[in-house]
């Protein structure tokens, strides 16, 4: 497999796969890489750019990647912002992965949920509440949307399936990096505990707003 050249500094990275396809995994294995990354960006500064279309997102500022959720619908608008940027689609086996996303909407979702949760869920779901019917035909529009889109251009998108294989080789190559010493960090606890956003980025960014 021939690998991409390294990354820029100016080069964003997008996780643009659904909740419970290993995008909590995938922040912890970019950041091992070198790469500052974040999960489920949701500070207020971002929520209310987000809210008003505004995809130049300001806490690109402080983090190189963002995953999950939140930027999962608007590819094609990060697309047309950041030239540079590069996009992967995490996915996994759509049987296990109704499973799982029932269990994280009923022990996460639906007791944990804010406004800001409320207005994701309902921009990538169409649903506040878990509907198998209802999120599968998500899944697989979603899938086959990003797919489409990108698939004039190699080595804009990377489809990841850590469920079946894929893991270091895959990802290194993509993203230009050495493969780490190590197992890539996939880890079962991960895939069935609710999903919670790493902060350190996150928490750093407020910091620089409130100064």
């Known amino acids: 497999m021939q690998a991409a050249a390294a990354l820029s500094e100016q080069t964003r990275i997008f996780g643009i796969g659904l909740s ?8 912890r294995a970019l950041t091992q890489l070198g790469i ?18 505004n995809y130049a997102l300001s806490i690109l500022g402080e983090v190189q ?3 999950d ?3 999962a619908p608007y590819y094609a608008q990060f697309d047309a912002l950041y030239p540079e940027a590069k996009f992967i689609l995490t996915t996994r086996p759509e049987e296990s992965w109704l499973v799982s996303v029932e269990k994280h909407f009923r022990l996460y ?25 209802r999120f599968r035909h998500v899944k697989r529009l979603h899938e086959a949307n990003v797919k489409s889109y990108f ?32 197992p890539y960090p996939h880890q079962n606890a991960a895939l069935t505990a609710p999903a919670e956003p790493q902060r350190g980025p996150l ?9």
């Not at 419970?20 to 922040?27: A, C, E, K, N």
């Not at 007791?111 to 878990?130: E, I, K, M, N």
């Open 69 to 71: 959720i939140p930027v």
């Open 36 to 53: 500052e990354a974040l999960h489920y960006p949701n500070d207020p500064v971002t929520q209310e750019e987000l809210r008003h279309g």
């Open 151 to 182: 698939a004039a251009r190699p080595g804009k998108l990377l489809v990841f399936d850590v469920f079946r294989g894929d893991g270091w080789p895959e990802l290194c190559s993509f993203v230009g990096l050495p493969v780490p010493e190590g």
């Open 109 to 133: 979702v639906e007791q944990r949920h804010d406004a800001f949760d409320d207005y994701v869920h309902a921009c990538v779901y169409g649903a506040l509440h878990f509907s198998p019917d």
């Open 65 to 67: 990647a963002l995953l």
């Open 203 to 211: 928490r750093r960014f407020l910091e620089r707003l409130s100064r």
């Open 20 to 27: 419970r396809t290993g995008t909590v995994s995938l922040t």
